[in-house]
């Protein structure tokens, strides 16, 4: 059975530096693309940042520069280092499993959140 | 990047049928796919490549695109049924190839 758990969220203060963790199972997170999806309070689904199978990265502009994705193979654990947050990025934060069907992309599978709070 | 348009809200009454579009140009070249978000809950995929549903999803949930505008339509709408859906598509010509729909509110009355 394929499950995503996130962790890792909390309350920081702007400007500082937080990381969260999506442990994987019933799947291999290096063979497939893994992707951080937020949702502001109130708001829509935000695309974060994709890890590709062969290891690219790509993210969205609102953190490019700030924000890293990045796997473990051996826990199965993808993750999201985040820096120089903002208020801005006051999110729940999903992890989700994004699969190929003849060259298409779409998210199966999601994560519970993990909610991150950015405040004085 | 962009964001495909959709209608902020819908509302149904039970037992009618619900439709949702999701705009942008030529969205019929491309597949959509479409997710329910409940209230305080993770996004569930309803709709994939265009009208797939994936196994667990009721019949009464189905998608068109076509030209465009791309729709999830749900039949014989139930209380439970009333949530937040998004639509989303890869795009690999986009600068970033993930994009979601702007999100519906439906409403059941």
């Known amino acids: 059975e394929v499950q995503l758990v996130e962790s890792g969220g909390g309350l920081i203060q702007p400007g500082g530096s937080l990381r969260l963790s999506c442990a994987a199972s019933?799947?291999?997170?290096?063979?497939?693309?893994m992707t951080w999806v937020r949702q502001a309070p109130g708001k829509g689904l935000e695309w974060v940042a994709v890890i590709y199978s062969g290891g690219n990265t790509d993210y969205a502009d609102s953190v490019k520069g700030r924000f890293t994705i990045s796997r473990d193979s051996l826990k199965n654990t993808l993750f999201l280092q985040m820096n120089s947050l903002r208020a801005e990025d006051t999110a729940m934060y999903y992890c989700a499993r994004q699969i190929q069907n003849y060259g298409d992309y779409y998210f199966d599978y999601w994560g519970q959140g993990t909610l991150l709070t950015v405040s004085s | 990047s962009y964001v495909l348009t959709q209608p902020p809200s819908v509302s149904v009454a039970p037992g009618k049928t619900a439709r949702i579009t999701c705009g942008d140009d030529?969205?019929?070249?491309?597949?959509v796919h479409w997710y329910q978000q409940k209230p305080g809950q993770a996004p569930v995929l309803v709709v994939y490549?265009?009208?797939d549903r994936p196994s667990g999803i009721p019949e009464r949930f189905s998608g068109s695109n076509s030209g465009n505008t791309a729709t999830l339509t749900i039949s014989r709408v139930e209380a439970g049924d009333e949530a937040d859906y998004y639509c989303?598509?890869?795009?690999?010509?986009?600068?970033?190839?993930?994009?979601f729909g702007t999100g519906t509110k439906v409403t059941v009355l």
């Open positions: 030529n969205i019929g070249t491309k597949s």
């Open positions: 019933g799947f291999t997170v290096s063979r497939t693309y």
């Open positions: 490549d265009d009208s």
């Open positions: 989303q598509v890869w795009d690999p010509t986009s600068d970033h190839p993930n994009v």
